[in-house]
Nanobody
Framework: QVQLVQSGGGLVQAGGSLRLSCVAS????????AGWYRQAPGKQRELVAS???????NYADSVKGRFTISKDNAKNTTYLQMNSLKPEDTAVYYC???????????WGQGTQVTVSS
């Protein structure tokens, strides 16, 4: 029932940066965890970062030190700041609301991130 609207994808050179945004239709991230996933063609969708309602964060090893997840509860928004981008980061990125069990309750529409070498 919650709607998630994403923005901020695009084409960037290797070593560059992008920031993805995900706006929810209600005060979801005050009470639920948020996650960012990505999926490249022919590959499984993978969780790259998550943030709990209390602000605790987790990252996949492949992005640790380069990506930062954050949120602004007043704006009902979660962000993924992506720095030092690599071609292997190329994928469709999805934000999600996570249940108390860490499973996806809602998906954003997805945004393409393409990193050129």
């Amino acid at each position: 029932q919650v709607q998630l609207v994403q923005s901020g994808g695009g084409l960037v050179q290797a070593g560059g940066s992008l920031r993805l945004s995900c706006v929810a239709s209600g005060s979801i991230f005050s009470f639920n965890a948020a996650g960012w996933y990505r999926q490249a063609p022919g590959k499984q969708r993978e969780l790259v970062a998550s943030i709990s309602s209390g602000g605790n964060t987790n990252y996949a090893d492949s992005v640790k030190g380069r990506f930062t997840i954050s949120k602004d509860n007043a704006k009902n928004t979660t962000y993924l700041q992506m720095n030092s981008l690599k071609p292997e980061d190329t994928a469709v990125y999805y934000c999600a609301v996570l249940s108390g069990y860490g499973i996806v309750a809602s998906w954003g529409q997805g945004t393409q991130v393409t990193v050129s070498s």
